[in-house]
């Protein structure tokens, strides 16, 4: 029984990099009705600007945080100023394959810049174990998690309170309204991926404090997709409770499937759920049903 | 393509494709260079038209289900893995001739393709694409997974033979990778042009009132992820047959993910793009293969080998810049091309 | 004569339809009857289109049934009921607008073409025969619609008057028995009006099937059809005779409002 809440521990811990990833893709989505592709690479390009300054450049921890969130905010911006804008009323499709063709070309630069290498990011939060219950839970692990959390919380928050939320869920109800009402919906395009990279961001960091950064990482944007689509697209509890949940099945189907299958289960348990839930309920776990009319 | 002047007579004509005594001069003398390629082309050129036939094959395939019938498919790699496979293993485990594998593993990897084609029957657009990506990484699982595949270590298909014939160099079994392409394109050619393309496209324009016309969406959906996963099955056993080995890092996402911006580029919709598609983008990556060790010692902070990244950044940058500028393709271009040529020398 | 006249091709018993509790149609029923011109009228909300919508299977009725020529419609899918022949048009214009007119149409001929995959690809002897006599088929409908300048544009580009007609035109192609129309003249000028009335009536005249109409003008409704049903709120509140609706008053109160 131990070991099962330990699997689950450490399942859990994992879900949330998971959410936070999911996180930035419903942002996106919620303003924009666009679904990213290319948000894996933000959260790649977060970690490693955070890595130039914590690991290559040797600054204190607040000094890298900070260019890093400002660095990624603007490949952010600048990934819906070039590549995005123009497509504005043309079928979101088009934006989806718009944002599939980000992640290949920032995909390569990735690639180019790592030169086939790993970097590791210097150890910035406390390490050890903390020891309740005779479970043991990385202290590093447990900080993101909370740390998850809480931007779910506060960007929950922004969305129901403040202004600029205001305008991103008008916008995101209906464009030509909104425009109507006086908000910039063009400019509420930006802010809301330059507040999905930065959330961004956050995941990378925080992913790259349990993982190497290696030519693979931006494909954790996957994962953010089947978190995101599973919870419903544009529901960050759903991303949320989903994330928590895909770390959980993963962790806890490795640990008891694996033997029995030979291995493996971590790597396909996503897309098994994602097919599942996609079978069952299409428009994800906490998603309206869209209705077509004619 | 005809020239100014030349009408329909009637609906029989005006239904052909090719309309003109020099249509039929252009194809023969096309099909005359084609299959004497090896006897002047370099070993290397040849080779590339291999690959670049089995990527045809493939992506034709996509252009049915995505480019007609609307259907995104992000799996069609791993369905090529599927005709790879069975075809290797037909030959190797079963005794089968390369003849008999190559039919059938079209056939495997339809089927397959209709299990993988039924979320399409709920879900659409975006949803689907993503869905056929969880397929893509579900089957290549399962291939690690089965003894029969090999596994990890793989298997090491025979090079198909013909009556004592061994069709083992490149230069040999371009005949028969060419000769399946050519036939391949035209029944995708037909296809499209028949009731049963008219109901693919109905469905990618319209599906609801596709339905009022008739269409069974369930059936027509499914049919279309039968040819594609056929036209990828088919493509898979050659390959297999071609470089006589077949595992599972050859068939990667991202092959994929290049097929799609294949269709992108060459244009939804139109089976020239797919030739269009799939030439612009090999010869980009050729290009950018040949540079890049130039590119590498003029500029050292590229590193030692910085092919693979350049490429993946040009193939990016392409597709934005057609995404952007020409969201129809080059087939569009083609179009435009054909009818000004069409009505020379009237402007209009 | 006389009797065959009155014979009802569709009847709709007493049909309910509700969405998430919005009640969009109450115990409705309408008879389509053989030969008729039969108009579908009501404020904006009524429940018309979605009337059509229960009769070729996009929506399911939770109560009543939909008999055509004695065989019941209410859990068919669209497809099969485009199979027994009832074809509709559509408010919006639904087209496959990446597709040419004339292909359009000939999307249109589906259920009448036998031929399957296999032979569309090599597209040979009885596969081009059967495009060619079907192609011979469409131009008939093209020449009664006066479309011939439009065949082979792509229809994603033509002007919506134009549009309205490939509509209109595909439906026709399904040669179909019942011949359902939702508000074909809607914003259209008042000569492409008359066009399309008088298109309405040439169908009527060429192929005895038939027509049912949802229209708001109202000239163009008490010009052409030979009977008239009122919905209003989802609720028959009338039906009769062109010069009966004229008159009455649950009608004149709907549409102009309790005063
Ligand atoms: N799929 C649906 N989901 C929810 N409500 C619907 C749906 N379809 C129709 N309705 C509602 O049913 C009512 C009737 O709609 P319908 O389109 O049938 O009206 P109509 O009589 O055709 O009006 P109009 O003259 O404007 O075309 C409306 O209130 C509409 O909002
Ligand atoms: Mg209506």
């Avoid at chain 3, 408010?91 to 040419?100: C, D, T, V």
Wanted: glycine share 10%; aromatic share 12%; hydrophobic share 55%.
């Amino acid at each position: 029984m131990i070991e099962f809440f330990q699997h689950a521990i450490t399942g859990i811990m994992i879900g949330s990099l998971y959410a936070l990833v999911a996180a930035g893709i419903v942002l996106v989505y919620k303003a924009t009705h666009v679904v990213s592709l290319a948000h894996g690479q933000l959260v790649a390009f977060g970690a490693l600007f955070f890595w130039l300054f914590l690991g290559g450049l040797g600054l204190p921890f607040w000094l890298s945080l900070i260019p890093a969130f400002v660095l990624t905010a603007l490949l952010g911006l600048l990934i819906e100023r070039l590549a995005l804008r123009p497509l504005i009323g043309q079928p979101l499709f088009a934006a989806f394959l718009m944002t599939f063709a980000i992640f290949i070309a920032l995909e390569g630069v990735f690639v180019l810049y790592l030169k086939g290498q790993t970097r590791t990011l210097p150890a910035f939060l406390p390490t050890g174990n903390l020891a309740v219950y005779g479970l043991s839970i990385p202290i590093n692990q447990l900080i993101s998690f909370c740390v998850a959390v809480l931007l779910f919380a506060a960007v929950s928050l922004i969305f129901k309170y403040t202004k600029l939320g205001l305008g991103m869920r008008a916008t995101a109800e209906d464009h030509r309204l909104a425009q109507s009402t006086g908000i910039i919906v063009k400019n509420i395009f930006s802010y809301i991926w330059i507040l999905s990279a930065i959330v961004a961001a956050v995941a990378g960091i925080a992913t790259a404090n349990v993982m190497d950064i290696y030519y693979m990482l931006p494909y954790i944007g996957i994962s953010g997709l089947i978190v995101a689509i599973c919870g419903g697209l544009d529901s960050l509890l759903g991303a949320l409770v989903v994330g928590l949940l895909l770390g959980f099945v993963e962790n806890v189907g490795a640990a008891y499937l694996d033997p029995l299958v030979g291995g493996g289960v971590k790597d396909v348990a996503a897309y098994v759920v994602l097919l599942i839930v996609l079978l069952i309920r299409p428009y994800g776990l906490f998603g309206l049903v869209k209705i077509e009319r004619i | 393509m005809r020239p100014c002047g030349v009408f329909d007579k009637s609906y029989g004509l005006d239904i052909a494709i090719i309309r003109t005594w020099q249509h039929w001069v252009i194809l023969i003398s096309a099909l005359i260079l084609l299959y004497t390629f090896p006897l002047f082309g370099s070993y290397y050129l040849v080779s590339f038209m291999n690959s670049l036939a089995i990527t045809v094959i493939v992506v034709l395939g996509l252009q049915i289900v995505s480019g007609y019938c609307g259907q995104i498919s992000f799996g069609q790699d791993a369905f090529m893995a599927i005709g790879a496979y069975t075809s290797a293993i037909l030959t190797i485990k079963f005794g089968f001739s390369f003849w008999i594998a190559l039919p059938l593993s079209g056939i495997m990897a339809g089927i397959v393709g209709i299990i993988g084609g039924a979320p399409s029957l709920r879900i659409k657009g975006m949803y689907l694409a993503m869905a056929t990506i969880a397929i893509h990484f579900v089957v290549i699982w399962l291939i690690l997974h089965m003894e029969i595949t090999g596994s990890f270590k793989g298997l090491y298909p025979p090079p198909p033979s013909l009556g004592g014939f061994e069709f083992d160099t490149d230069e040999r079994i371009f005949y028969i990778i060419m000769t399946v392409m050519v036939i391949m394109t035209y029944a995708a050619r037909n296809l499209v042009r028949s009731k049963v393309g008219r109901a693919f496209v109905a469905i990618r324009d319209n599906d609801l009132a596709g339905e009022v016309m008739g269409v069974n969406l369930y059936y027509y959906k499914l049919l279309a992820f039968f040819i594609s996963c056929f036209y990828a099955g088919i493509a898979g056993s050659l390959w297999g047959h071609l470089i006589t080995v077949v595992n599972t890092e050859q068939f990667t996402l991202m092959h994929a993910l290049e097929y799609v911006g294949m269709l992108i580029i060459g244009g939804m919709g139109s089976i020239p793009g797919v030739f269009f598609g799939v030439l612009f983008i090999r010869i980009l990556n050729e290009l950018v293969m040949f540079s890049s060790p130039v590119l590498a010692k003029a500029l050292p902070w590229l590193g030692s080998s910085p092919a693979a990244a350049l490429g993946l950044i040009a193939f990016g940058l392409a597709l934005i810049i057609f995404l952007v500028f020409e969201p129809r393709g080059l087939a569009h271009r083609w179009e435009i091309f054909k009818s000004s040529y069409r009505l020379y020398p009237f402007a209009h | 004569m006389a009797q065959d006249e009155n014979k009802s091709i569709i009847s709709v018993n007493s049909i309910s339809l509700s969405f998430g509790g919005l009640q969009v149609l109450s115990d409705v029923s309408i008879d389509v009857r053989a030969g008729e011109i039969l108009a579908i009228i009501g404020p904006n909300g009524a429940g018309k289109t979605s009337f059509y919508n229960c009769v070729n299977g996009f929506y399911h009725p939770y109560k009543g049934e939909i008999i055509y020529k004695g065989k019941d419609l209410t859990r068919l899918k669209p497809h099969k009921i485009a199979a027994l022949g009832i074809a509709r048009t559509f408010q919006n214009i639904e087209l496959f607008s990446g597709l040419s007119a004339l292909d359009n149409l000939m999307a249109a001929r589906h259920i009448h073409m036998k031929r399957g995959a296999l032979s569309g690809c090599l597209f040979f002897g009885p596969t081009r025969r059967e495009e060619i006599a079907h192609r011979e088929q469409i131009e008939e409908i093209i020449d009664l619609l006066e479309m011939e300048s439009i065949r082979k544009k792509v229809v994603g580009s033509l002007p919506y008057g134009e549009r309205k007609k490939v509509d209109l035109a595909r439906a026709l192609c399904m040669d179909p028995k019942v011949l359902l129309l939702d508000e074909p003249m809607a914003g259209m000028n008042v000569e492409e009006k008359e066009d399309m009335a008088r298109f309405v009536l040439d169908i009527h005249e060429l192929k005895k099937i038939p027509i049912v109409l949802i229209e708001h003008d109202m000239d163009v409704v008490m010009d052409i059809t030979h009977r008239i049903s009122v919905l209003d709120f989802g609720l028959k509140i009338a039906e009769g005779l062109p010069e009966e609706i004229k008159n009455n008053e649950r009608v004149l109160k709907a549409y102009l409002g309790e005063e």
